[in-house]
């Protein structure tokens, strides 16, 4: 006789422990439920039935022994990017054995929902998602397991921390399948249909670069806000995504190559997909800074400006000397930093370029981020008894604009830009001119920071 799912009641009490809140899914083995643990301050937690359509009690039997095997793997998991494996649990429900893995429950957004709320995200958006998933799927992998089902249902962004977290491992598909195979029955592919891979979707196989292609279609409908069926041919077995959104080149190319049609021609690992990434920030950032240096050395040279046709924004004076002595550290936390103790010297690491070149670009020649960005301990050199005076006093300026920038949640960059446009309205015959560190162009700086704190002003 099929084992069938019943639905629970809101408010029911499994084991004297876990009240059922509600029910949040349901899929082709059970329901899932958000629940709270009573013995544990009543903390929520999530419930995933287990309640497979199999046909004799030995089978059965079969499959919680091979749902407890898949939920042993997941207990071994140890990361904050994963929710929690916290118990199985068998008890009887309305006379009849059932079984649930209890996780811990994520509070946040999946990125389906942030999608359709928000629209299409943005390269940045996407870059610092990149970021910080691909050392959880380099975890996952050294684990010798595969998720096996990467979609933005299955991607939550945490409230606590706009973290995202990687949910519904296919743990209870594959103790199903394993059922099936012995049984004879028919096989449950384990994976949604646009974001698995063939090997996966056609022959059951899933190997690591099968997350990585998952997790490519992923950010396509994020980056496009379209369906995989809308950007994907079928019968070629190829993406049409670029023309429905606005990425650089070198994202695009690491984005094709991990949906390449056949495992091979994808990147082995995550691991290789961050060093990709980093090896291709480095490279812009190169070509940034010694764009950078060319405007600090020669900013009045017109041959090279009307090749360009780029206005020149201010930047200081001493960029060219400071710009050897930058390292790699995340550039958010370079900034950060330089707003907690203006005394510390900046750094960049791993994915910071990345964010150098993709989240700042826009607004990168901007007075201020550049002034932060090669500004060490002593960038201003004021020809002026007060020359110690002057650097702290403008370096608090600079820290009191982010830290409002930060607490009205305002896109630094886009804010930045804006800023620029008012002061070069107000100051035309400034466009092209470089502001340097001499006093002469301090009441220039001044004002630049005038209309930066009017513009928070209105907003707070």
Same mark, same amino acid.
């Given at each position: 006789m099929a084992r069938t799912s019943a639905l629970l009641r809101d408010g029911t009490i499994l084991n004297d422990r876990y009240r059922i809140i509600r029910q949040i899914g349901r899929g082709g083995f059970g329901r899932t439920y958000l629940a709270e643990d009573t013995q544990r301050y009543r903390e929520k937690c999530v419930l995933k039935e287990f309640a497979p359509q199999v046909e004799s009690d030995r089978s059965l039997r079969k499959a919680e022994e091979l749902f407890a095997r898949e939920a042993g793997i997941l207990y071994k998991l140890k990361h904050d990017q994963i929710p929690r494996f916290e118990a199985l649990l068998k008890t009887r429900v309305d006379g009849k054995d059932c079984l649930f893995l209890v996780q811990e429950y994520i509070d946040g957004d999946s990125y389906w929902d942030l999608l359709k709320r928000g629209g299409k995200f943005s390269e940045e958006e996407i870059t610092k998602l990149l970021a910080e998933l691909l050392p959880v799927l380099s975890y996952i992998?050294?684990?010798?397991?595969?998720?096996?089902?990467?979609?933005?249902?299955?991607?939550?962004?945490?409230?606590?921390?706009?973290?995202?977290?990687?949910?519904?491992?296919?743990?209870?598909?594959?103790?199903?399948?394993?059922?099936?195979?012995?049984?004879?029955?028919?096989?449950?592919?384990?994976?949604?249909?646009?974001?698995?891979?063939?090997?996966?979707?056609?022959?059951?196989?899933?190997?690591?670069?099968s997350d990585l292609y998952s997790l490519a279609a992923t950010i396509v409908v994020l980056l496009t806000g379209k369906q995989p069926d809308d950007i994907y041919n079928s019968h070629k077995g190829s993406w049409h995504w670029r023309s429905h959104a606005k990425v650089s080149s070198e994202l695009a190319k690491i984005l094709d190559k991990m949906l390449s049609y056949h495992p091979r021609d994808r990147y082995p690992s995550a691991e290789k997909v961050s060093q990709v990434l980093t090896a291709q920030s480095n490279s812009f950032a190169s070509n940034l800074i010694s764009r950078l240096r060319t405007l600090v050395v020669a900013p009045g040279d017109s041959h090279a400006n009307s090749n360009s046709k780029e206005i020149v924004k201010p930047v200081v004076a001493q960029a060219n000397s400071n710009i050897s002595r930058l390292n790699t550290q995340p550039f958010s936390a370079q900034i950060s930093k330089f707003v907690s103790n203006g005394s510390d010297r900046p750094k960049l690491k791993r994915f910071g370029l990345i964010l150098l070149g993709v989240?700042?670009?826009?607004?990168?020649?901007?007075?201020?981020?550049?002034?932060?960005?090669?500004?060490?301990?002593?960038? *201003?050199?004021? @020809?002026?008894?007060?020359?110690?005076?002057?650097?702290?006093? /403008?370096?608090? &300026?600079?820290?009191?604009?982010?830290?409002?920038?930060?607490?009205?949640?305002?896109?630094?960059?886009?804010?930045?830009?804006?800023?620029?446009?008012? *002061?070069?309205? @107000?100051?035309?015959?400034?466009?092209?001119?470089?502001?340097? /560190?001499?006093? &002469?162009?301090?009441?220039?700086?001044?004002?630049?920071?005038?209309?930066?704190?009017?513009?928070?002003?209105?907003?707070?």
């Open positions: 992998h050294q684990e010798n397991l595969i998720h096996r089902d990467i979609s933005p249902d299955n991607l939550i962004k945490r409230h606590s921390d706009g973290k995202p977290v990687l949910i519904d491992f296919g743990c209870v598909k594959i103790a199903a399948n394993a059922v099936s195979q012995s049984t004879g029955q028919y096989i449950t592919l384990i994976g949604k249909k646009g974001y698995a891979p063939e090997e996966q979707m056609g022959r059951g196989k899933a190997i690591p670069s989240i700042f670009v826009p607004g990168i020649l901007s007075f201020t981020f550049i002034n932060n960005l090669f500004n060490l301990s002593n960038s *201003f050199s004021f @020809k002026s008894k007060d020359n110690t005076y002057l650097l702290q006093k /403008e370096q608090n &300026k600079q820290k009191e604009i982010y830290q409002r920038i930060e607490a009205l949640n305002l896109n630094p960059s886009t804010f930045y830009n804006q800023v620029d446009r008012l *002061f070069y309205q @107000k100051y035309p015959n400034l466009k092209g001119v470089q502001l340097t /560190e001499d006093l &002469k162009h301090r009441q220039y700086r001044e004002k630049w920071y005038e209309i930066a704190n009017q513009l928070l002003d209105k907003r707070e």
